[in-house]
């Protein structure tokens, strides 16, 4: 027996022994590990707290116009200009143990695990104020054990380095709170339309509850669960005496307002304009070997605020109450800076921009790009053709083409090119192209970066080739330029954070696109599609808006089933409008099919308002000639329908109208009248 306890005691020595060197030991490792962390933390030093940073954007006149923040919308707030309820709220769902830990709460921790193994999956976090806040700075959300050791070490380098309210203040300002919502004062002023340091209890303590889910929390978003949410927080601060029961009743009973509609107004000053800024200064940052995501630039942009001003009116004012859709964009003729982009009605109902990312048929929008050619190519504006009904064939007699005009209807003679122009008509079109060839009108939309096809088809003479209204806008401000290329541009200069200019603007080198007898050519006849003395079968296409203008425009228009365009400029300035459906359904109501020549000339009117008119200069080589527009000869008083048209020096007409020739083959019985014989004979 005696053996026997003397063997047991013995070994519970021995285990005793072995247990106090492995204590040791855990302890020895324990303390080496915290040495050594503590001497990792020294070494690697406080830990940076910059946050990305807010890009700036300004007009022409360096005035601010909009910030960007990529996906973060954040304004830095000081925590003793924050609502204190919001501070207290936030510690009291979040980590109410925050001013008492190191930066990890190990009862949370060992409750956290106890939960999830008796879930048998994780159901519970134990994320610290402290550990969320390095891994908003840091890390991203990625659950894996690199990410939660990285975090717990930028956690530790936290606490040693900063203060508590330090950590606090930065956790407030890079928390999201939904809807692109980054920090309090961003939230705040989301979804109260006030300052966070302005914020009640109740609005302090709804605002705390979404960090934890914003798709679930956000009263935007589910308004029930977040009221719930709410409720919770304000039980909690109660039960840590950080308010009274009384402030508690009261908050529940506060009935908030919600303004995020408000900010989002507020927020959408040249909205599509500044997305197309955004994007072009990507590309130009990029060809720098730079990433605009870096945050801190100050981007200079092209925006005439007047321009966007009268734009969104011109908009307001003219669409129809339907789902209608519009573009605008502006371009001044002389540098090719966009001043004005309206890329639809509402921005925050639909942020696709239809005037750089919607492709759609141009109509006879296109025509002034095929005209261009056929001047190039022995036509002048008095060419006559045969603009009777017609079929075409093509693709070596395999198929046919039978354009129709707008109203259905055909001339009853020959037509000029100016007058075709004037009234849209296709069969002059598609005979341009049978005779210019598809391979020069091809050409040309190279010439202007318009989009082209190698397959030969008639119907693009009418322009089926889809195209943008940034670029056809912008290939007629090269027109209005006397044909001198012009590239469109949103910016001016780029500075970054530091100050340094990175990028600024430069002309490019001037090229000719087109001769400047042809682009002034070109510019006189589309002044046609306002003058009434051009009206056939079908009225000049611009005569509806001739009564509304105090300037003079040279313009084109453009219709398909489903689109409405207007291209046209002045001497300073090039606006494109466009409407339609983002379906494509068919345009046929009247209010609709009406809202593009409304808009674009409430536009024109606005933005020249006050200014003298311009007059476009004629270039050298170019004569003006009065004619008679039925024949194409000199004009005399015996013939009616007469007009100032500009030609080429070399196509002057020399031969005059005579009276007889306004009248048709079937009424030579009204030569028996005595006064037509003697408008003859005087002639």
Known sequence: MKRQHYIRQKKRKRLAKRLALFTVAILSAVAVSLLSLRIYAQIAGAPTLTVPKATVFLDQHDNQ????????RRYWLELDKMSPYLAEATVAIEDKDFYKHGGFDYSRIAGAVLADIKAGRKVQGASTLTQQYARNLYLSHEKSWTRKINEALYAYRLEIFYSKDEILEGYLNTVYYGHGMYGAEAASRYYFGKSASDLTLAEAAMLAGIPKGPTYYSPIANLEKATNRQKLILSLMEQQEKITANEKAHAEKEELVYKNSEWVANKSIAPYFLDVVWTEASEILESKNMNISEGGWTIKTTLNQAHQ?????????????????????S??????????????????????????????????????????????????????????ETIFTYDNGRATYKP???????????????????????????????????????????????????????????GTIETSLYDLTNA?????AEGEKRNATTIL????????????????????????????????????????IYSDYSPATGVAIRGRMTHTYAAKSGTTISDQWLVGYTPSITAGVWNGYDQGKTLSVQEDMAATKQVWIDFMEAIHNG?????????????????????????????????????????????????????????WGNWLDFEVLRNFWRN
């Not at 170019?622 to 020096?649: N, S």
């Open 404 to 462: 129709q005009n707008v109203n259905g209807q055909f001339a009853a003679k020959d037509m000029s090119l100016a007058q075709a122009m004037a009234i849209s008509d296709n069969i002059y079109a598609v005979k341009t192209l049978e005779q210019v060839g598809y391979t020069a009108f091809r050409e040309m939309l190279q010439r202007f970066d318009l989009n082209y096809t190698e397959k030969d088809n008639p119907s693009i003479a009418l």
């Open 331 to 388: 371009m001044d003729v002389k540098t090719g800076f966009v001043t004005a982009l309206v890329g639809g009605r509402d921005y925050s109902k639909s942020s696709f921009n239809r005037v750089t990312l919607a492709e759609r048929q141009p109509g006879s929008s296109i025509k002034p790009i095929l005209y261009a050619a056929a001047l190039e190519n022995g036509f002048t504006p008095l060419t006559f053709l045969n603009v009777g």
């Open 476 to 480: 007629y401000n090269t027109i209005a």
């Open 65 to 72: 116009i909009g910030d960007y923040f990529q996906s973060e």
């Open 611 to 667: 200014k003298a008119n311009e007059v476009f200069p004629v270039p050298d080589g170019v004569q003006g000639v009065v004619v008679d527009i039925e024949t194409g000869k000199l004009g005399m008083d015996a013939c009616p329908k007469q007009r100032l048209v500009y030609l080429k020096e070399s196509d002057v007409p020399t031969e005059k109208c005579r009276s007889f020739e306004i009248f048709e083959p079937d009424t």
């Open 493 to 532: 200069s780029i500075t970054n954070a530091q100050g340094d200019v990175v990028y600024k603007y430069t002309a490019p080198e001037t090229k000719q696109v087109l001769s400047k007898q042809d682009a002034y050519l070109l510019t006189d006849m589309m002044t046609g599609i306002f003058d009434p």
């Open 309 to 329: 001003k009268a734009a969104e009116q011109a908009v307001q004012k003219n669409m129809p109450n339907t789902d209608l859709q519009v573009g605008l964009v």
